[in-house]
């Protein structure tokens, strides 16, 4: 693991805008350097501390945080906050030479991209639990400056924890890897018809009933309030917005099971005569299952959930689901949307909702997410922004080919140059980059029990989303791409991040 010796040897992900390495010599981190961060911002001193946390294990030296009241003494890394700038919130300006680095931005959010960065250009040892020394032959970043900010707002991934559930410890291990490559969404689905995995206080058998088994019939679980808060206040510190789920009207099964009133379900797949359509469900067939659209209760009960989870939720957004109905007119499916999307905003939030959404009336401010095509561009007429998620490109439970043991296989096998190569503007006939959001890549968890197996199936999926969703399309190339991710097999194996070998990488 040799330091770089010029910054144009990178191997940054992803990639960013603009990269000109410098002259002379390079910076060298010593038992005297000091992190700075402006004085009397929080933010900022939490973004020194947390980068002080990867730098003493492995450098092994004390990396103290300090406040700075003018510029950078020499020998520091240095957080620099410019309120106002022209970067945007996310952006970030990356400057190295001898005596110091610098990362400046206009609001934390930057600070904290830039310091990914930093940390991508330190040799990977850098991410050892313990001292690293005798992988690593100098500490030193070679000089340069690295100009760069996102091209995409919604930079996203899903995590399924309602067919499985993971626990708070392992969505944290994913949080973990989003913020490595520069994701800034986690959208969590919350509940199917598997399980319901978060505390209503309103309604308490969701989860005493509905989150008591999982797919195979494993014993499942749930967030109480504390620890989904606890979540959200984790993704905020790494600048990472949660987006909860809950997928209605149908893949409610779970909800159903706990309170019958409340559907309109077919029988449940697999169960004869149907005679257990009031249990619950721990199959993977999709959409037979329906909330009762013309029940004032169902009403009721949507309302309370998205007030209670809103209340917990700072970030702007509710995904209320909207997809595979099978059990409802088109029109009950039109009418029922249009009242949730009501609900979401008498609460002040904004409604997101998988593609079906848009054969409803939309207002110009809910979000289509597209997955299959057929109905975003409903939604897109309507004026909603869109949330790009082509099943063939980015469903990341897809399986990478047919050998692979876990995932599923429905939109077909999607290796890692699949995931990588297209692009977002050319994708959807007639959709303009102004009207795409972003780009989101969910994880279903149908065949994956754990954070190790869904790791395998994200990594390096995510990292070939994220430069996809962060980097201009003019800086991109999958040649690049493939001979800069091979560098990161070392960070994953010491950071103990499982990972699929794609053949199409020289590791
Ligand atoms: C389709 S994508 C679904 C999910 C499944 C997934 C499996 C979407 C909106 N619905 O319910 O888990 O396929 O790949």
Redesign the pocket.
């Known amino acids: 693991m040799h330091p770089l010796t010029t910054l144009g040897a990178h191997q940054l992900v992803p990639v960013p805008v603009s990269v000109t390495p410098g002259t002379g010599a390079p910076f060298t981190l010593t038992a005297a350097t000091t992190i700075t961060v402006p004085a009397n911002d929080s933010a900022a001193a939490r973004i020194g501390e947390l980068l002080g946390m990867i730098l003493r294990p492995s450098v092994g030296s004390p990396f103290p945080v300090v406040a700075s009241a003018g510029g950078p003494p020499n020998g520091t890394i240095a957080f620099v906050l410019t309120p106002g700038s022209a970067m945007g919130d996310e952006g970030y300006d990356l400057t190295i030479d001898s005596t110091a680095v610098r990362i400046t931005a206009s609001a934390p959010a930057g600070l904290f991209h830039g310091m990914q960065t930093l940390r991508q250009l330190l040799p990977a040892g850098v991410e050892a639990q313990q001292s690293a020394h005798h992988m690593v032959s100098a500490w030193t970043i070679p000089p340069g400056h690295i100009v760069d900010g996102p091209r995409f707002a919604w930079r996203g991934a899903m995590l ?1 924890v309602a ?1 499985h559930f993971f626990t708070v410890d392992e969505v944290e291990q994913y949080i973990d890897l989003l913020a490595l490559y520069k994701l800034n969404i986690l959208h969590l689905h919350l509940a ?1 018809d598997q399980g319901w995995r978060i505390q209503i206080d309103s309604w308490p058998r969701l989860t005493a009933i509905g989150g008591s088994t999982q797919v195979g019939g494993g014993k499942g679980g749930f967030y109480t309030k504390d620890e989904y808060m606890g979540l959200v206040r984790y993704a905020q510190e790494r600048y990472i917005t949660i987006v909860p789920e809950i997928d209605m009207p149908a ?1 409610t099964n779970a909800a159903i099971a706990s309170y019958p009133q409340l559907g309109c379900s077919k029988p449940t797949p697999g169960v004869f005569g149907g005679t257990q359509a009031l249990g619950t469900y721990t199959g993977i067939a ?1 959409g037979f299952s329906a909330l009762c659209p013309d029940s004032e209760g169902t009403f009721k009960f949507v309302d309370d959930v998205i007030r209670e989870i809103g209340a917990m939720t700072p970030g702007q957004y509710m995904h209320v689901g909207g ?2 109905v099978t059990a409802l007119t088109n029109e009950q499916y039109a009418r029922f949307v249009e009242r949730v999307q009501d609900i979401v905003n008498k609460h002040g939030k904004t409604m997101v909702g ?1 593609e079906e959404i848009g054969k409803a009336r939309l207002l110009p401010t809910t979000i289509a997410q597209q ?1 299959k095509s057929d109905s975003a561009l409903l939604a897109f007429r309507q004026g909603a922004k869109l949330i790009l998620s082509p ?1 063939s490109k980015v ?1 990341i ?1 897809m399986k990478y080919t047919p050998q692979t043991e876990l995932g ?1 296989d ?2 077909g096998f999607v290796e890692l140059r699949t995931s990588y190569d297209w692009d977002p503007v050319t994708y959807l006939n007639g959709v303009p980059e102004t009207s795409i959001l972003g780009i989101e890549a ?1 994880l ?1 968890s ?1 065949t994956i029990q754990n954070i190790t197996a869904a790791e395998y199936l994200a990594v390096p999926r995510v990292p070939a989303v994220a430069e996809l969703s962060w980097t201009p399309a003019a800086q991109r190339n999958w040649e690049s791409f493939r001979s800069r991710i091979a560098g990161h097999a070392a960070r994953w194996r010491l950071l103990g991040i499982n990972y699929y070998p794609s053949p199409q990488v020289q590791w």
Do not use: I
Request: net charge negative; no cysteine.
């Open positions: 399924d067919r199917d893949h999709v997809d595979e998988w997955w099943a469903y439970d599923l429905w939109a969910p279903w149908e």
